[in-house]
């Protein structure tokens, strides 16, 4: 931002001819005097509905200006009048952040007003160089599980629903600023009715830029592994023939290796002994515990001790491993998930394709990073057909390419009650 204070613009404005009839330097009305804000905000804004947010509380107030993305964080002009409105925007803006965003460095300093007519999210801006704050991947929320659940709504059953407040963020990023065609998701160009929701500022997808849905979004299939081709699930397309196939193989007993948000999982039923022990043995870990995840929090504790801090974790928005103490006696859970160990590591399914696995009785899964032993998680899907071959019985793939590799987080909740990452990093927010 340059230029002297009250006659500068923000970066990326297009300077426009003040309205004809502005009430400005009025003196008679010092009520209606317009005046406008450059608000410049770093921190976790991008990837969390923070623009839509700007955008509906600007509007809210009958205020104009623009909103946008920059490689420097999130940039707002606000302008209008009477200047208690301005100020209410000001107060408003910091204490009623959505629930994901995080500020970290917010600068505001008074401008010219400029006579926008309204108040618009527009097209990022490239400063080069700065850095931004990511938001991490989200796990799915409240209102797209009860979507998802729906018969009656399009995305019924579709693995990869997701809204302003949840779905995939940093695993998609090829660049800076948060915009789709800057996403992996720029693959799939938006059907009519995904547009218009995107474009809606009353749409809970206002804005949410891997908004997709079954007509026009990823989709997903099952392949066998060439170790143990089976011409019966050889190939099958479509996202409920392979989502029931992938249910089926992995109650018979079966190693799959499921595509999920940051890279593969190796999986099979953690209650089936020999399944467990034959993964054991093909991925050569003898000893070292193995992550589970839970159909559902009820579930969880039917195998462990969570306490309240523990399923605020597990039901979060970050979704992480939380190692728990092993509920002794009549776990369902086979002894050679984690031998000789008292606790017991234990997710949640926190993305919708996870979630479709958890039906028709299957209740816990062994979840292990689809990796040999320290190679990093593979991510590609070629990458993986070729690595993890030997390993799994068959692939569950899905079309939305992972940029960026990310392991699952675990995390301990300690004595004291505070949570310590321990590993991995699918619970933090990262510079881009
Ligand atoms: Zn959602
Ligand atoms: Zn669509």
């Known amino acids: 931002m340059e230029g002297p204070l009250g006659g500068r613009a923000c970066p990326g404005q297009k300077p426009t001819k003040q309205k004809e009839n502005l009430p400005d330097g009025d003196s008679r009305d010092p009520g209606s005097q317009r005046s406008a804000y450059c608000i410049k905000v770093k921190g976790v804004v991008q990837g969390v509905g923070f623009r839509p947010f700007v955008h509906n509380l600007a509007t809210s107030l009958e205020l ?11 940039l707002i ?14 107060k408003r803006f910091s204490h009623e952040l959505p629930p994901l965003a995080s500020i970290e460095c917010l600068e505001t300093l008074q401008v010219e007003p400029q006579g926008y007519q309204e108040f618009t999210i527009r097209e990022s801006f490239w400063a080069g160089g700065g850095y931004v704050l990511v938001s991490p991947d989200i796990a799915l929320c409240p209102d797209c599980l009860r979507e998802m659940e729906d018969t009656a709504d399009r995305r019924y059953d579709y693995p990869f629903i997701n809204c302003t407040n949840c779905g995939p963020r940093y695993t998609i990023i090829k660049n800076i600023p948060y915009d789709r065609p800057e996403t992996t998701m720029a693959a799939f160009p938006m059907c009519s009715r995904c547009r218009a929701e995107y474009l809606d500022p009353t749409n809970r997808r206002f804005h949410a830029q891997p908004i997709s849905c079954p007509w026009c979004g990823p989709t997903v299939w099952l392949v066998a592994s060439k170790e143990s081709w089976n011409p019966e699930w050889a190939e099958i397309r479509g996202i409920i023939p392979a989502l029931d196939k992938a249910r089926s193989l992995l109650k018979q007993g079966r190693i799959l290796a499921l595509k999920g948000l940051g890279g593969f999982h190796i999986a099979c039923d953690a209650t089936n002994e020999a399944a467990v022990r034959r993964l054991r043995e093909v991925k050569r870990r003898n000893n070292k515990p193995l992550a589970v995840m839970c159909k559902d929090l009820q579930t969880a504790s039917k195998f462990a001790l969570v306490g309240p801090q523990e399923a605020a974790l597990l039901t979060g928005s970050k979704s ?5 103490p092993k509920r002794e006696g009549t776990s369902a859970i086979c002894g050679l998930v984690a031998p000789g160990n008292k606790c017991l590591g234990v997710m949640l399914p926190y993305t919708p394709l996870h979630r479709l696995l958890f039906r028709e009785g299957l209740e816990v899964l062994v979840m292990t990073s689809g990796n040999w032993s320290e190679e990093p998680i593979a991510a590609e899907n070629q990458e993986a057909l070729h690595q993890l071959d030997p390993l799994v019985d068959a692939f569950l793939l899905h079309d939305r390419d992972i940029h960026v590799r990310l392991d699952d987080s675990v995390v301990k909740v300690c004595s004291w009650g505070r949570a310590g990452c321990t590993k991995g990093q699918r619970f933090c927010a990262f510079s881009h």
Do not use: M
């Open 64 to 74: 104009s200006g623009f909103v946008l993305n920059s490689t420097e964080g999130v």
């Open 77 to 90: 002009h606000v302008e209008g009048a009477p200047p208690a409105r301005l100020d209410s925007f000001i």
């Open 320 to 324: 992480p491993i939380c190692l728990l």
